[in-house]
C-alpha cells in the first residue's frame, strides 16, 4: 500500500479510538514501566506520564526509564516494514500505538522539565538522564519513520496535536497559546524531536511564572478551565471554575460537547433515567453534572501536587448553584453531594495514578475548593461548617476588607474544628476581587462626575448632550434601544458602564460630554482630574489586598491569630500554625500586570490570572530592566499614600477599606488593636453592595444560560 499516510488520515484514526475505560480492580501489572506502557496504550497517556511522579521513583527513575524504552523498542521493532497489501486495520492499529506512545513520551518530557519534578522529589541527576534517553529514543524513531514512510508523519501529528490543544486557550489570547507558537518556531524538521525538547526547556525555565514559583517568590492559579496541563510544569497549582468558565470550556473546544453527549447517553441514562423523564425538574442536578464533566481533567492534572503536598495545593474550584447561594443548608447539602461523587471517580483515577506506590493511604480524596459566594452574609456560616469536614473553600465575590477577613477566620474556625475530629483540612482561598472593584468604581466616578455636572442643565440639554456621547461611543442596535428606554440617571449608568464606556474615564467621547455641560472650562485641567483619579483607581484593589493580609498574615498579626485558635479551640500551636498556612489570599480578576507584581509573597498568597492577563504579565517581564527580585514580598511594600487620600474620598472605596463594626468585634477577640477604621460595609449590606450586587446579577445569567445549553442536550438525547 502506499506509505502516503497525511495528518487528516492520522487525526481520523486518533479521533475515532476511545480510551478502554478506567476500573477497578487494576489489570495485573508487572512493574512500573509495564504500567505506563499498558495505560498508554489504553488510551490514557497523560495519566500514564504522571504516574513517575513520586517520590518513591526517586533513585529508580533511569531504570524505568530505561526498562520502558527496551520495551517500547521491541514492541515498534519492524512493524513499519510493511508490504504494499498490509491490511488497512493492522495499519491503523500502529498508528494509534505509536500516538500513544510518542504522546506519553513527550508528556514525560514536559514533566521532567517542568516544576513536577521539584514536587516529586527527583534528583537532577536522573532526571536529566531519562530526559536524554527518552529524546533520543524518539530520535531514533523519528529516523525510522522517515525511512520507511519518507517522514516522520506520526511524530510530527503528534507534536502539533499538542500544540493545538495550546492553542484552543482563550481562543488564542494567552499565555499558552503564545508558548504553543514560540515552540513551533524552533521546530526544526530534520531533527524534530530535539528541537521541540530544547524548545520547551527554552520557553519552560525563562518564564516568569516558572522562575517565581521556584524562587519560592509566590503561588499563582489559573482563573479559566483550559490549559492546565502546561500551567502546571510552570508551577501553578489552583484553577478557579465556575458554571459560566465550564460554559467557555464547552465553546472553546466544541468536541467537549459531543465528549459530554457519549457521557450522558453511556452513563447518565441509566443512573438517572430520571432527568430524561423530567429533565427541567432536575434541570440544576443536571447543570451541576456538566460541570463536574467539564472539569475532570482539571482534578486529574492537579492530583500530582495535591496529594504530594498533602492537600495543600493543586486545588480545583467549583462553584455551587448561584440559586442556593444564599440557602446555608441547600449549600453545604450541594458541595457534600458534589464532593462524594467526585471522590468516586477520583478513588478510580487515583488506583492507576500511584499504583505499585505504598502511599497515599487514603485515594480519592477530592483536591476540591468550594467557590462560596461571600456576597451573602450565609457565606460565614457555609465556609466554616465545610471546612469542618475537610472540604475547603474558595471565598468568592469579596471586594471588602470585612468580607474577606471575617470569612476568612470562619474557614479558620472550621479547620480548628476539623483538626479537633483527627480531620486534615484543605486548603482554602480567600478572594480578593480587586480587578471587578476597580471595575465598579470607575463606574461610579464616571456616573457621578457626568450626572453631577448635567444637573442644572434642561432636560432638551442633557438629552443633547448623551445622545452625542452615545453617537460617539457607536451605540448601535440594541444597545441603542436599550439605551432610548432608559431615564436620565439610567442613560448615565448605562452610558459609562465599563461594557459601553470600556472602563476608561479618559475616553475622549467622555470627556467632551463633560465638557458639553459647561460644568468644566478647562479641558486639560479636567483631564489632570480624571488622570489623578485613574491613577488612583488601579491601586484600588491592591490596597484592600494589602490590608487583609496584614490584618491576617502579618507577622504582628499572626502571632494573635494562633492565639485565638488556641485559646478558642483547645489545639495545639502547631496545630493553629497548620491551620494558617492553609489559608491563601487569592488576589484575583485582574486588569494590569501590576495587579500581580504588587501582590506577591512566599506565604500566604495564590495570585490566580487570567489567560490574557498571564501573557501581559510575561510580557512585562520581558521587558529591558525588569529585575525579578525587585519584587520579593511585594504584598508588605508601601504603596504610595498620595493616591490612597484620593481614594478615600470615594464612598464605596471606604466601604472596602474600613472594618465594619462586626470585624472590629472579631478583631477585638483576638486582640488586634490596630485601628483599621469604622466605615467598611456591614455584614447584611453585603448582598447590595455595588460590585456584589453586578457580579452576582452577571454569574446568575451566565450560570442560567449555561444551565439551558445543557438542558437542551439532555432533550436532544432524550
Not at 58 to 64: A, I, P, S, V
Not at 122 to 139: F, H, M, N, P, Q
Not at 644 to 651: F, M, Q, R, T, V
Request: charged share 30%; net charge negative.
Amino acid at each position: 500500500m502506499s506509505t502516503n499516510i497525511s495528518s487528516d488520515y492520522i487525526s481520523e484514526i486518533v479521533g475515532e479510538a476511545k480510551p478502554v475505560p478506567l476500573v477497578l480492580p487494576v489489570s495485573p501489572r508487572i512493574d512500573h514501566a509495564d504500567h505506563i506502557i499498558k495505560t498508554a496504550l489504553d488510551g490514557h497517556m497523560k495519566l500514564a506520564a504522571d504516574h513517575v511522579l513520586h517520590p518513591e521513583m526517586r533513585g529508580r527513575l533511569t531504570e524505568t526509564i530505561s526498562s520502558l524504552i527496551r520495551r517500547l523498542s521491541l514492541l515498534f521493532e519492524d512493524e513499519l516494514s510493511f508490504k504494499e497489501n498490509l491490511e488497512k486495520n493492522k495499519l491503523e492499529k500502529i498508528i494509534i500505538k505509536r500516538y500513544r506512545i510518542y504522546d506519553t513520551l513527550l508528556e514525560l518530557l514536559w514533566n521532567l522539565i517542568g516544576i513536577e519534578k521539584k514536587w516529586a522529589r527527583l534528583s537532577d541527576e536522573e532526571v536529566e538522564k531519562s530526559i536524554e534517553a527518552i529524546t533520543y529514543a524518539l530520535g531514533e524513531w523519528e529516523k525510522q519513520e522517515k525511512e520507511k514512510l519518507g517522514s516522520s508523519v506520526i511524530l510530527r501529528y503528534t507534536i502539533d496535536s499538542q500544540l493545538n490543544k495550546m492553542k484552543l486557550v482563550n481562543k488564542g489570547n494567552s499565555m499558552v497559546a503564545w508558548m504553543a507558537m514560540e515552540i513551533e518556531k524552533e521546530l526544526k524538521d530534520e531533527k524534530l524531536v530535539e528541537s521541540y525538547t530544547q524548545a520547551i526547556r527554552k520557553i519552560v525555565k525563562k518564564n516568569f511564572y516558572y522562575v517565581a514559583y521556584k524562587e519560592s517568590l509566590c503561588k499563582f492559579g489559573n482563573d479559566y478551565a483550559l490549559g492546565l496541563r502546561w500551567l502546571r510544569h510552570l508551577g501553578y497549582v489552583q484553577v478557579s471554575t465556575n458554571p459560566p468558565l465550564a460554559a467557555i470550556a464547552y465553546d472553546d473546544d466544541p468536541s467537549l460537547w459531543e465528549s459530554f453527549k457519549e457521557y450522558a447517553r453511556e452513563n447518565l441514562m441509566s443512573e438517572h433515567p430520571e432527568w430524561f423523564k423530567e429533565p427541567e425538574k432536575y434541570v440544576d442536578a443536571i447543570a451541576m453534572e456538566a460541570t463536574r464533566f467539564a472539569l475532570l481533567d482539571n482534578f486529574y492534572v492537579f492530583r500530582i501536587p495535591f496529594v504530594l503536598s498533602k492537600y495543600h495545593d493543586g486545588l480545583v474550584s467549583y462553584q455551587l448553584n448561584p440559586l442556593i447561594a444564599d440557602n446555608i443548608e441547600k449549600s453545604v447539602a450541594a458541595a457534600r453531594e458534589f464532593a462524594q461523587r467526585l471522590e468516586s471517580t477520583l478513588a478510580v483515577y487515583d488506583s492507576y495514578l500511584f499504583w505499585g506506590y505504598d502511599e497515599p493511604y487514603e485515594k480519592g480524596r477530592p483536591n476540591l475548593v468550594i467557590k462560596v459566594a461571600a456576597a451573602y452574609p450565609a457565606s460565614i456560616e457555609i465556609t466554616r461548617r465545610l471546612n469542618e469536614i475537610g472540604i475547603g473553600q474558595n471565598i468568592t465575590l469579596s471586594y471588602t476588607v470585612a468580607q474577606e477577613v471575617i470569612a476568612g477566620v470562619a474557614a479558620l474556625e472550621g479547620m480548628a474544628r476539623a483538626i479537633k475530629k483527627g480531620i486534615l483540612p484543605t486548603q482554602t482561598y480567600d478572594t480578593n476581587m480587586g480587578g471587578r472593584l476597580e471595575d465598579h468604581l470607575r463606574e461610579s466616578i464616571a456616573t457621578s462626575f457626568l450626572l453631577k455636572a448635567i444637573e442644572p442643565l434642561d432636560l432638551e440639554k442633557r438629552e443633547k448632550i448623551l445622545d452625542n456621547l452615545a453617537s460617539k461611543l457607536n451605540l448601535r442596535g440594541e444597545n441603542l434601544l436599550e439605551l432610548k428606554k432608559k431615564n436620565i440617571r439610567e442613560k448615565i449608568e448605562f452610558l459609562t458602564s465599563k461594557r459601553i464606556l470600556g472602563g476608561n474615564l479618559l475616553n475622549p467621547a467622555y470627556i467632551e460630554a463633560l465638557m458639553e455641560t459647561g460644568a468644566y472650562i478647562n479641558k486639560e485641567e479636567l483631564i489632570r482630574m480624571l488622570s489623578s483619579f485613574d491613577n488612583a483607581l488601579k491601586l484600588s484593589g491592591t490596597f484592600i489586598a494589602q490590608r487583609v493580609y496584614e490584618i491576617l498574615f502579618s507577622p504582628w498579626n499572626r502571632q494573635k491569630w494562633l492565639e485565638y485558635l488556641v485559646k478558642n479551640f483547645s489545639i495545639s500551636k502547631n496545630d493553629a500554625e497548620f491551620i494558617i498556612d492553609r489559608l491563601d489570599l487569592l488576589p484575583a480578576s485582574k486588569r494590569k500586570p501590576i495587579d500581580t507584581l504588587l501582590a506577591l509573597s512566599g506565604r500566604n498568597i495564590t495570585n490566580t490570572e487570567f489567560p490574557n492577563h498571564q501573557l501581559d504579565v510575561v510580557r512585562e517581564a520581558m521587558k529591558e530592566g525588569f529585575k525579578i527580585e525587585d519584587y520579593t514580598e511585594t504584598i508588605m511594600q508601601n504603596l504610595d499614600e498620595s493616591q490612597l487620600k484620593i481614594l478615600l474620598s470615594i464612598e464605596d472605596f471606604v466601604k472596602a477599606y474600613e472594618a465594619s463594626p462586626e470585624l472590629n468585634q472579631l478583631l477585638e477577640k483576638a486582640e488586634i488593636k490596630m485601628n483599621y477604621g469604622n466605615r467598611g460595609i456591614q455584614t447584611e449590606e453585603w448582598p447590595s453592595y455595588g460590585p456584589c450586587a453586578k457580579t452576582l446579577d452577571e454569574f446568575t445569567k451566565a450560570y442560567l444560560n449555561f444551565r439551558s445549553k445543557v438542558l437542551n442536550v439532555i432533550k436532544e438525547l432524550k
